[in-house]
T-cell receptor
Framework: NAGVTQTPKFRVLKTGQSMTLLCAQDMNHEYMYWYRQDPGMGLRLIHYSVGEGTTAKGEVPDGYNVSRLKKQNFLLGLESAAPSQTSVYFC???????????FGQGTRLTVV | GENVEQHPSTLSVQEGDSAVIKCTYSDSASNYFPWYKQELGKRPQLIIDIRSNVGEKKDQRIAVTLNKTAKHFSLHITETQPEDSAVYFCAALSSGNTPLVFGKGTRLSVIA
């Protein structure tokens, strides 16, 4: 039982490049989330999904897109990376909203 | 939407003393309040949670209290140990399909 796995763990991008972060969970959870963590800013929600095929915007969605084509996967895309998107990205999943959220190990992204 | 304020942002205590972290929330319909601990370089992990139908919950050296009237909840750690040093996040969940909203975190340092 791997829990929540994020790919990749580290990445350096040049401004304007695109990339996709993959989150996979093997707990049959309905809810999945993408957060970014910056110093002093806590965990800010980018996008989330309450089930396969559904997504919704969070607090800081601009510059990101997501897809939930399969229940176990939640993809976060950056179409044209900017230095302001340098951050640590965490994916999380939960059985439903009011249950424990399990986090992935994080992806450290640097945009130069 | 829900807004969660967390105080203090940093807290230093002597080993063996108690630590208290406080959070306030804005949505009176919120009914689930978890606390997460994030050690340096690690992912956030749930340490305790409370639902709106109870006022207090304990688990060994940690406890959480909830005051629905005042819309605030607190984390209490007694007999602190160096391994309690971490960043602690509170969160609140409104209802339905809304996601967890996190506070900005408290960096706790336990000085031996």
């Amino acid at each position: 039982n791997a829990g929540v796995t994020q790919t990749p763990k580290f990445r350096v991008l040049k401004t304007g490049q695109s990339m996709t972060l993959l989150c996979a969970q093997d707990m049959n959870h309905e809810y999945m989330y993408w957060y970014r963590q910056d110093p002093g800013m806590g965990l800010r929600l980018i996008h989330y999904s309450v089930g396969e095929g559904t997504t919704a915007k969070g607090e800081v969605p601009d510059g990101y897109n997501v897809s939930r084509l399969k229940k176990q996967n939640f993809l976060l895309g950056l179409e044209s990376a900017a230095p302001s998107q340098t951050s640590v990205y965490f994916c999380a999943s939960s059985l439903k909203g009011s249950t424990e959220a399990f986090f992935g190990q994080g992806t450290r992204l640097t945009v130069v | 939407g829900e807004n969660v304020e967390q105080h203090p942002s940093t807290l230093s205590v002597q080993e063996g003393d108690s630590a208290v972290i406080k959070c306030t929330y804005s949505d009176s319909a919120s009914n689930y309040f978890p606390w997460y601990k994030q050690e340096l370089g690690k992912r956030p992990q749930l340490i305790i949670d409370i639902r709106s139908n109870v006022g207090e919950k304990k688990d060994q050296r940690i406890a959480v209290t909830l005051n629905k009237t005042a819309k605030h909840f607190s984390l209490h750690i007694t007999e602190t140990q160096p391994e309690d040093s971490a960043v602690y996040f509170c969160a609140a969940l409104s209802s339905g399909n809304t996601p967890l909203v996190f506070g900005k975190g408290t960096r706790l340092s336990v000085i031996a």
